[in-house]
């Protein structure tokens, strides 16, 4: 079968096209990095809105690094941590095994901050409708740690939106964010891939001219 989307842009079009059907007064859109920042790009010309990424990093198991055992998001000097309880209990991982992991990542999402915002202060978010895009849902772990950083930062309400999902993890963020916009979740999902004709990895420096496009706004 013929994937929905030919490249994340085509398909962060279709996702502003979607979410522009229920208007938000002063919404401000955020990429998770990288793929997601290029989604949310193209979502946030639709509507007309202000882009900015939210900077989050999987907490991968300690010698399984591509399951997540939870996931942490910054936004401006607060890190939010997500933590998978139920992996983390059946892999035993202790305190300090779980810590050593989020301090290396914390490293990274650092890292990733200044080169992809420099010193640009985070778009404002407080009291604003919030779209937090990336270009698929897996698990979901990372999303949900972008949900709560927002929740803590005092957004006024919170829409998780992706082109592509699996249904599990799209149920499950259905609860935690107050709207959930999924374009194609099969029955049969495998992989966020399977929605793309086209889904070479995102660079440092697509994520850095996604953010310099003309819906940025530093108020």
């Known amino acids: 079968m013929r994937p929905p989307f030919a490249d994340r842009r085509e398909a962060g079009?279709?996702?502003?096209?979607?979410?522009?059907?229920?208007p938000r007064e002063n919404v401000v859109v955020l990429g998770l990095p990288r793929g997601g920042a290029v989604v949310a790009a193209e979502a946030a010309a639709v509507l007309g809105a202000p882009v900015d990424v939210l900077l989050v990093?999987?907490?991968?198991?300690?010698?399984?690094?591509?399951?997540?055992?939870?996931?942490?998001a910054g936004s401006g000097e607060a890190v939010h941590t997500v933590r998978s309880e139920d992996v983390i209990a059946r892999a035993g991982?202790?305190?300090?095994a779980f810590d050593r992991v989020r301090a290396a990542e914390l490293t990274e999402l650092r890292r990733r901050e200044a080169a992809y915002r420099g010193d640009r202060p985070p778009v404002p978010v407080?009291?604003?409708?919030v779209?937090?895009?990336d270009d698929g849902l897996a698990t979901g772990a990372t999303m949900r740690a972008a949900v709560a950083a927002m929740r803590a930062s005092g957004a006024g309400t919170v829409t998780v939106a992706v082109p592509v999902g699996s249904p599990r993890a799209c149920a499950r963020?259905?609860?935690?964010?107050?709207?959930?916009?999924?374009?194609?979740?099969?029955?049969?999902f495998r992989a966020v891939q399977q929605g793309?004709?086209?889904f070479a990895p995102t660079s440092d420096d697509e994520v850095r001219a996604a953010l310099?496009?003309?819906s940025r706004d530093d108020s």
């Not at 990093?57 to 942490?72: C, F, N, V, W």
């Not at 407080?126 to 409708?129: K, S």
């Not at 963020?173 to 049969?188: F, G, I, K, N």
């Open 93 to 96: 991982v202790g305190p300090d």
């Open 196 to 198: 793309y004709a086209d």
């Open 126 to 129: 407080r009291d604003r409708p």
């Open 212 to 214: 310099a496009g003309p």
């Open 57 to 72: 990093r999987k907490l991968g198991l300690p010698g399984q690094p591509e399951l997540a055992m939870g996931a942490i």
């Open 173 to 188: 963020l259905a609860r935690e964010a107050d709207e959930m916009v999924c374009l194609w979740a099969p029955e049969d």
């Open 131 to 133: 779209v937090l895009a």
């Open 13 to 22: 079009r279709a996702l502003g096209e979607r979410l522009a059907a229920d």
